[in-house]
């Protein structure tokens, strides 16, 4: 009897040491696991999505290797509504290994701007909800999840046209020149083109004008859409309408009046 | 009278013989009692390294989890003193009563404190979760497996015990 008793005495010393032993330097191995993410990159695909890549560095300094790592992310308007979520799953991170994962977001420019043109022209902030999970040691499932926000800047921040200048070019027709400026604050360049229709109080079309856009990412823009119309059909005061049109989206009317 | 003083005589030997004996006995027990406290503290003081050791993995996390030091030091100080009165009564039953206070002791605080072994912990707005069932129940079997050799060791007492009478 007492060697039997000795024997499990023996055994549940020996497991609770490989016990102790084994969550204590899984617990450790989290200080020399190493997360970062990159800036993120923004890329149009041909089907008209916009698609935010973050690379994510992936460093695992621990003694174990890590199983299931998934980051999941949730993005939403300020009024709650989703717009995008993406899901980035590496299914094994080996002991000592440096991986470069991108975690995606694909969202519709379309749809985005549907719910508000608000984000167009305004700059803003989005409310991101991140989740986090791997398996420490490939066995203790660990959660991290956070929200936070990320500022958007609007890539026609502070559109607006310019007081329009009336020239004569002969004795039945007028240059117009009307100036445009807005601001790029978006991740992106802005290249595209700018449609201007001009109305008169009638409601009749009297003129038009395209230009083209070229605006780098944080750039101020400014030029001017010049026209032709014919003087009789210019009245004191009317509108203008633009279009904007760029790889990624198409926008428009927009109405400015004149007069 | 002769008889009388003889009878005295003889009665005082044997009156100072058990004296001799009793001291002997205390001082043999005072030895084996200071020899077990010796023996308790080595252990302790032991044991106590090996918290410390182990703790150093730990001590990242203090400062993310408020009351963790105190958590892991109260198992440690209250886990130490029952083994320390195990080893004082030793080759007693009381040594079965403090094994078994302990293996039920070592299962319920890791309930308590890991209460359903799912840890949450909210730090600078980022929320941590930590799912800790394997560890809970490999430790619950393990102190279950401490608690049968505590019980095999009252058994095993009780028996020898028993056996004692016929022996003589």
């Given at each position: 009897m007492d060697v039997s008793i000795r024997m499990v005495g023996l055994a549940s010393t020996f497991f609770w040491i490989l016990l102790v032993a084994f969550f204590a330097s899984a617990a450790y191995s989290v200080k020399d696991l190493r997360l970062n993410f990159e800036k993120p990159q923004l890329r149009l695909t041909q089907e008209g999505y916009a698609v935010l890549s973050i690379p994510i560095n992936i460093e695992n300094g621990g003694f174990y290797n890590l199983g299931e790592f998934n980051l999941t992310t949730k993005v939403a308007d300020l009024n709650g509504t989703k717009i995008t979520e993406g899901s980035t799953l590496i299914p094994l991170i080996k002991k000592g290994a440096k991986?470069?994962?991108?975690?995606?977001?694909?969202f519709s420019v379309d749809v985005l701007l549907e719910k508000g043109s608000h984000y167009l022209f305004n700059d803003s902030s989005f409310a991101v909800?991140?989740?986090?999970?791997?398996k420490?040691?490939?066995?203790?499932?660990?959660?991290?999840?956070?929200?936070?926000?990320?500022?958007?800047?609007a890539?026609?921040?502070?559109?607006?046209?310019g007081r329009p200048t009336f020239e004569p070019l002969n004795f039945t027709h007028l240059?117009?020149?009307?100036?445009?400026?807005?601001?790029?604050?978006a991740p992106i360049d802005v290249n595209g083109e700018i449609s201007l229709y001009m109305y008169n109080s009638e409601g009749k079309l009297v003129g038009q004008g395209e230009s083209a856009i070229v605006a780098p990412q944080g750039a101020l823009y400014t030029s001017s859409i010049v026209f032709y119309v014919q003087m009789l059909e210019i009245t004191e005061e009317g509108f203008f309408e633009v279009y904007l049109s760029t790889p990624f989206l198409s926008y428009g009317p927009l109405v400015f009046p004149y007069g | 009278?002769?008889?009388?003083?003889?009878?005295?005589?003889?009665?005082?030997?044997?009156?100072?013989?058990?004296?001799?004996?009793?001291?002997?006995?205390?001082?043999?027990?005072?030895?084996?009692?200071?020899f077990k406290a010796v023996k308790a503290l080595l252990k302790s003081f032991v044991f106590y390294m090996l918290y410390l050791f182990v703790w150093s993995f730990f001590a990242q996390f203090e400062s993310y989890v408020p009351g963790l030091r105190q958590t892991a030091e109260n198992f440690v100080v209250v886990y130490l003193s029952l083994g320390v009165f195990g080893d004082i009564f030793s080759d007693t039953v009381f040594q079965c009563l403090f094994n078994v206070a302990r293996a039920l002791f070592v299962m319920g605080y890791l309930i308590l404190s890991v209460k359903n072994g799912v840890f949450n912990l909210t730090y600078m707005g980022v929320a941590l979760t930590v799912d800790l069932r394997f560890f809970l129940m490999a430790a619950v079997l393990l102190?279950?497996?401490?608690?049968a050799k505590a019980m095999l060791q009252a058994i095993n007492y009780v028996n020898e015990k028993a056996e004692l009478p016929f022996n003589l």
């Open positions: 991986i470069v994962a991108f975690h995606n977001l694909t909800a991140a989740l986090i999970s791997v420490l040691a490939e066995v203790i499932p660990v959660q991290v999840s956070s929200n936070f926000s990320v500022a958007w800047g890539p026609f921040y502070n559109f607006h046209l240059r117009i020149a009307v100036p445009i400026s807005f601001e790029n604050h | 009278m002769k008889f009388t003083f003889q009878h005295r005589f003889f009665r005082m030997g044997r009156w100072c013989f058990l004296m001799v004996e009793e001291d002997k006995n205390t001082r043999s027990l005072a030895r084996e009692l200071a102190s279950l497996l401490g608690l």
